[in-house]
């Protein structure tokens, strides 16, 4: 009875993905859910790929999924992946019945899932994760992930025992996951950004998981990434299998050391958490037995895409469009510190408001008082600009955090934001949005990009 449920709910999926198509309603979950509300367990009978790496955690994910499944695309293998719905069960689902035929049969040998943390649950319990990334493990939207040691927690109780694991040993929460499993570390040497100390709002492991003392960095990045160690056990950073060393942001280099060989890759950017991105890239490849001339012919063909970073250039100022999660303060934080390590003038256009919220509910906004809003109070950055229903509050936190109010300028309309910048020659100028799909933020960056076309020909 199972399995004919199962062939029903394939078929009845099948005509949706078609239907959706001809009304141009491409991305979307909606096969996943009518195949798992006519068979709940509908991933229990699919036909799945031989291989299958996970990548999960709080940030970064996207990015990471994106960059494996280009470069394996480089590399000439045939990848599944579910970028084009979510990365939860009814995403995967999706994208697994476009993989298979009517009889089930299966049409790719590999595949890349994004998946979210708490979805998990109801994902693996079905689809066995030959490799799991977990990019890193902190504070996300309150009104969803809670705590990290909760999502921690919900990952080990369903992450099968022979799943080997790639995880950040600079990170000192994912990094003590599952420890019975196969596990493999990658990690960032000394940078000149390092701290001794933590200094930002957020900050979730202060104390050691084992004796519950003050935990003592050798070195802090950010938040719970560094390097640390308790005073009063043994309980330390891991130490990294994979280990980018002579970072140089100016020449946008790093070295790593790959089957015996020192090798240097270019950066795809000068973001901390995007060497970071890029390392957990070559470390999966690594993993995945690729020769060192594949994995550096795939990262020298990839880049990070244009959904998450843009950049415009119109003369002497430059137009920066850099994805900026609403409603988490430690990706935001990690936005701000990138901005503020960032040289010369700066404008800022915080669009990462959720927009999508006004026609249902009210965004909870105490987030913004976890996001290190402080390191927006530099000399450099001569305007910020506001805008949406939430934008008087994003106002309120910039002057908690010390910017002067004349830096500040809010606009009920999005559009209007070009009146208020000063556009000053070789500056750069930051559109920050989120993740909402009712964001202004194209139409904005298309507006700016259109004026610095006049203004240069101006000029």
Known sequence: MGKLRFFCALLIAKISIIALKITRHNGTNFPGIVAIKICPDFLKYIELPNKIIGVTGTNGKTTC?????????????????NSAGSNTITGITTSLITSVNLIGKQRFGTAIFE????????????????????????????MRNAHPDYMKSVLEAHIDKSTRLILNADDLISSQ????????????????????????????????????????????????????????CDFKSHEADYLATNVNIKEMTMNIVLKGENCKFNLFNNGTFNIYNELTLITVL????YSLDDIKAAVS??????????EFVAGRIKLSAVLCKDRNAYASSRVFEYIEAQPGDKELLLFNNNFQDDATWSENMCWLYDAD?????????????????????????????????EKIKYVSDALDCVDELKFIEGETIYLLYGTDPLSPARKVRKKLEEYLKRIEKVR
């Open 65 to 81: 999924s994106n960059l494996l499944n280009d470069s394996l695309t480089v590399l000439g293998e045939r990848v599944l992946n």
């Open 115 to 142: 998946i979210d943390e708490l979805s998990s649950r109801r994902i693996f319990p079905f689809v066995h994760v030959d490799y799991l990334v977990v990019t890193n493990l902190s504070r996300d939207s309150i």
């Open 286 to 289: 690594s993993e995945l037995r």
């Open 177 to 232: 996951l599952c420890p019975d499993n196969e596990r493999v570390f990658f990690g960032i040497d000394a940078l000149d950004s390092d701290k001794d100390n933590c200094t930002n709002l957020i900050d979730d492991c202060p104390i050691c998981p084992v004796c519950n003392s003050k935990l003592k960095y050798n070195r802090n990045r950010y938040s719970n990434i560094g390097r640390a160690y308790c005073p009063n």
């Open 373 to 405: 809003f402080e390191l927006l109070a530099d000399d450099r950055i001569k305007t910020i600009v506001t805008t949406g229903s939430r934008g008087l509050d994003f106002k309120l936190r910039l002057l908690t955090a010390g910017i002067p109010e």
């Open 301 to 310: 063909r990839v880049s990070i895409t244009k959904e998450r970073l843009k």
